[in-house]
């Protein structure tokens, strides 16, 4: 640690961090002043979170703006934790508290709301007020693909996925509706593929004959409590290259993955769109399939 890290914090604070765990100085960083810094710690791979502060640091990389707009309490809520976990987490990265951390988040979306969006709608059929909430979800979900989006690592799935023999779709629970249409649109664009969809708990058998020739497309979201990331362990055993689709770098996924898009859908009154994971996977479909032509 650096002398001008050190006289940013007392004796006593350290020996409190200290009984938390290991702070964000003992690993070596200073503290993050923005937001991009502190993704950039997160997705360093260096900091590892026990089961409940792990769920905290999904929660913050998914949702920035409900952590900028959020009380303590109710991101609290929407993460699953209680508000004393989200302070635990913001000392660890030695703010003195929620409030303070909480900077980060505010300042990263100043300025990020288009100008001339006019009123908030104001609905009385709650129907379609669920549905324009829907449609506000799918939109920002899209937008942050249009300002973020890895066109290397994009360039490099589709590359993979276009040597394969046999492509092989994962993905189950919330993302089975993608795979299911991703390994569609690649049949009727004359891309031989397989979709593991685990009919008869038979999934295991489904990746039975992948073999280093072949590929995974796999997609993936958090809780990440689902088969996918098993079957996909198998796969890397076997040696396919695999590409996948998931929403933070803390997918299981990705240690495992030759290449990754980090996707991130918003959700509006606890329903999520896949707007963006569709829009991303057709793409993929259409890269696959001119490099076949």
Known sequence: MSGASKSGRSIADEAATRKRGRSLAALGYIQPQTYEELRAVLSSGTVHFPKRLRQVAIFLWQHPSDVALGTIAQVAAQAG?????????????????????????????????????????????????????????????????????????????????????????IGSKRAFPVTAYLSLTLSQQGVRNVLVDNVGSSALDQIGCIGGQDAVLAVSFSPYNSITPDLVAVAHERKARIVTVTDSTFSPLIPLSDAWLEVVESDFAGFRSLAASLAVGMALVHGVARRGE
């Open 81 to 169: 934790v209680q508000p004393s976990t989200l302070v635990r987490f913001a000392q660890i990265f030695g703010y003195s508290g929620f409030s303070d951390f909480q900077g980060l988040f505010k300042e990263h979306i100043k300025g990020s709301w288009p100008e001339g969006r006019g009123e908030p709608r104001t609905e009385t059929e709650p129907n379609l007020h669920f549905l324009h909430g829907m449609v506000g979800a799918s939109q920002a979900s899209l937008g942050r693909i249009e300002t973020g989006f890895d066109v290397e690592s994009f360039d490099k799935m589709v590359a993979l996925l276009a040597d394969a023999e046999l492509i092989y779709v």
